[in-house]
């Protein structure tokens, strides 16, 4: 009766061994990141953050860094940035113009701080074209701090608020205001006149024939006026030694 609970002790141990040995399920999926909370940690972003949320500009974020492999770069400026525009600036702009605004703070690649230094500007942002009268952004390095220039405003951004190998998210002094708001599109080219060829024998030269037909025939006119008149003068005069 030993020998059987001593067989199956081994038999549970080895079981026990067995067991221990398995290998650990492979780990899921990272969770996708969570902008917002990212931001809320930070601290002194709630204008942005919400911002992003009535422009729905969160949900393209969202979408881009779980299906794109470019990754995003992120300017988020404080809300103190916010509060130093000019008053009722926010306020006056139209709903496509408030996303415009959140896209021109968002690059569509992701740019470590070292990576500004050797980038060709100007860089292309979430709003769209880069020439003189859409949204040019140029960024450069000093140091440790990104300055950065919209043509409109000189920005600066020196604290970091999130970086990994896929997002890149720095803080701002200032709101970055695209050029499209404040400068006035280019002027469309006037359209060029094309003036027909007159032809050989057009209304130009027919109306020299008839000026020319209208001077003939009012010398004919004339010339029987005076052809009339002289031979009434001539039997006035006969009849007048006549009578004398």
């Known amino acids: 009766m030993k020998h059987i609970f001593l067989i199956l002790f081994l038999f ?28 809320e940690k930070a601290g002194q972003c709630s204008t942005f953050i919400r911002l992003l949320q009535t422009t729905e500009q969160l949900n393209e974020i969202t ?27 926010l306020n006056s702009f139209n709903d ?5 605004l959140i896209q021109f703070h968002i690059l569509p690649t992701y740019y470590s701080s070292t990576q500004f230094q050797t980038a060709s500007n100007p860089l292309r942002t979430q709003a769209g074209g880069t020439s003189n009268r859409e949204f040019p952004i140029n ?14 405003v000189n920005a600066s951004a020196s604290s970091t608020i999130y970086t990994d190998d896929h997002l890149a998210i720095y803080q701002v002094d200032k709101v970055l205001l695209p050029l499209k708001f404040f400068v006035a599109p280019a002027p469309a080219p006037a359209p060029t006149s ?22 003939s025939m009012f010398q004919e006119m004339y010339k029987g006026v005076i052809y009339k008149g002289g031979i009434f003068l001539f039997f006035f005069s006969a009849a007048f030694s006549w009578s004398i």
């Open 12 to 39: 549970f141990l080895k079981c026990i061994g067995i067991l221990a040995q398995a290998p650990a399920p492979a780990p899921g999926p990272p969770p996708p990141l969570n902008v917002t909370k990212i931001l």
């Open 63 to 89: 979408s881009q860094l779980n299906n794109s492999n470019n990754g995003i770069t992120m300017f988020v400026p404080t809300d103190n940035a916010f509060l130093t525009m000019k008053a009722g600036t």
């Open 96 to 100: 496509q113009q408030k996303a415009e």
């Open 139 to 152: 960024i450069t390095t000093t140091g440790n701090s990104i300055n950065i220039t919209t043509g409109v």
């Open 194 to 215: 094309i003036t027909p060829k007159k032809k050989a024998g057009s209304s130009g030269s027919s109306s020299k024939q008839d000026a020319s037909s209208a001077t």
